[in-house]
């Protein structure tokens, strides 16, 4: 469990820990944001990461970023672990997500095949307090609101309840034992096991069409949509620059070197997973590889998918190989107790997660752009259902941001100490009204910071371009 300096106390101990913290770090002052004079360029923090990246991706990355307020939030947790890491905090440490906004949590398929609702990215998870998860996802809603033409006082009611979402489940995991806690999950077909949650008849049909539209995005169907047969062997489909073949990266010679550390890539992190899981691994044979562009933030990081066949051309497994680089929590929170950066997002994920991708492991690599690099490897696509924020109505938010807050808290208490976290938050909202302030003064440091993105491109310090 993540340190916290509460592990040798009794539970009246570690409530009083709690509440002696409100002394160093009031409820009430998580409502204040202040840039301050020494806060960093936020267009040096983006270009610092950009300088470890693929050169040619970075435009790609911030014509992304430069779409909306929402994307360049998506985009600039580097910038925002920034402002949380020169605050104050309380000191309450857990497993971070890193990077906690509202499209960061989704369905997805558990290994027995039960869809549920979770966390979804760890790319920069870490130790850290608590609130910094909670502050990113109440920031995100206030964003997403303001994208929609939600009024002040509805942002503020979904971002409020939101966070009296994680309060109250907090609460009931500190009275509850340490192994009901980690068997906790969050199942898309029992909501009423989350009782922050209530849907109305319209919500609940919308909620129902989203569950049935994950449970088709299986690894079959990414298949269908990402392969076609070339002449009687099966490749990935080019779509350039969003996924480039490797013999259209590189000279023929240099392709082979990257493809062998590729397949090097798939047969060593086989190593990580645990002996069944390597025995499945071991009855699929690599097919074809190619780059993959992802995300927003992740743009410029080197990903690769990896097509691998089974029995026969029917028989498909597609795995996702991505660069682990150090989090951007590490500067303000401390370094990662791994070596391997892949091993600390799956580490992470692990902890956090109900329940992990069964091919879900890491890797370090020689021979990739000439030097050894971090991987983590999962399954592309397995029952994931996506949030569109951008159609949802104030209800069908606050329904989502509560389900978020929920999940946000149960996968803390796997890891943190629900009691001490709890006692700090007490039974009032007085830290819920504390963030939805916070979280609609970030979304005008949000909007200021894309302003400067914006400004450098034209200026040509920077480059964008749509892709």
């Known amino acids: ?66 779409e909306s307020p929402f994307r360049f939030y998506r985009g600039a947790a ?110 898309a077909d029992d909501l009423g ?4 949650v209530h849907l109305s008849g319209g919500t609940r049909r919308r909620f129902s069409a989203a569950t049935a539209r994950a449970r088709t995005r299986t690894n079959l169907q990414a298949f269908a949509k990402l392969t076609r047969l070339d002449g009687d062997r099966r490749r990935i489909t080019p779509d350039p620059p969003l996924i480039t073949p490797l013999g259209d990266l590189l000279p023929e010679a240099k392709e082979a070197e990257l493809a062998g550390a590729l397949r090097g890539l798939i047969e060593g992190y086989g190593r990580s997973l645990s002996s069944e899981r390597r025995a499945l691994l071991g009855r699929y044979r690599v097919a074809d590889m190619a780059r993959k562009v992802v995300g927003v933030g992740s743009v410029g990081t080197r990903c690769w998918i990896v097509l691998l066949l089974g029995r026969d051309d029917d028989d498909p497994l597609l795995l996702q190989a991505k660069e682990a680089g150090a989090s951007v929590l590490a500067p303000h929170a401390g370094g990662s107790a ?78 943190g100490d629900p009691i001490a976290i709890a006692a700090y938050l007490g039974g009032g909202d007085v830290f819920d009204r504390a963030l939805a302030e916070f979280a609609e003064a970030y979304a005008d440091q949000n909007e200021r910071d894309r302003d400067a993105l914006a400004a450098a491109v034209r200026d040509g310090r920077v480059t964008a371009e749509a892709a």
């Open 1 to 66: 469990m993540t340190t916290n300096g509460t592990g040798a106390l009794s539970p009246s101990e570690r409530a009083a820990y709690g509440r002696r913290a409100r002394g160093e770090v009031p409820r009430s002052s998580h409502a204040r944001f202040e840039s301050g004079g020494k806060r960093p360029d936020p267009v040096d923090v983006l270009e610092r990461q950009s300088a470890v990246r693929l050169p040619e991706l970075v435009p790609i990355r911030y014509g992304r970023m430069l």
């Open 78 to 187: 580097a910038i925002m672990a920034s402002d949380l890491g020169a605050a104050p905090h309380t000191r309450l440490r857990v497993q971070l997500c890193g990077d906690a906004h509202l499209l960061n949590f989704r369905l997805l398929a558990s290994p027995e095949r039960h869809l549920i609702f979770d966390l979804n990215d760890f790319d920069e998870t870490l130790p850290g307090p608590w609130e910094w998860d909670v502050k990113r996802l109440a920031a995100s809603l206030a964003i997403a609101g303001r994208a929609n033409g939600f009024s002040g006082r509805e942002r503020a009611a979904v971002v409020r309840r939101c966070v009296r979402a994680y309060r109250t489940r907090m609460r009931e995991f500190a009275g509850m034992r340490t192994l009901d806690i980690w068997y906790a999950q969050d199942d």
């Open 193 to 196: 096991s989350i009782r922050t």
């Open 338 to 415: 791994y070596a391997n950066q892949g091993e600390r997002v799956v580490a992470g994920q692990r902890l956090m997660q109900a329940a992990s991708d069964i091919f879900l492991g890491w890797q370090t690599v020689a021979g990739i752009d000439g030097r050894r690099r971090d991987f983590y490897v999962r399954q592309l696509r397995d029952w994931k259902g996506i949030a569109r924020p951008e159609t949802m109505t104030p209800e069908v938010m606050t329904v989502f941001g509560r389900l978020c807050g929920a999940s946000l808290a149960r996968a803390h208490a796997r890891s």
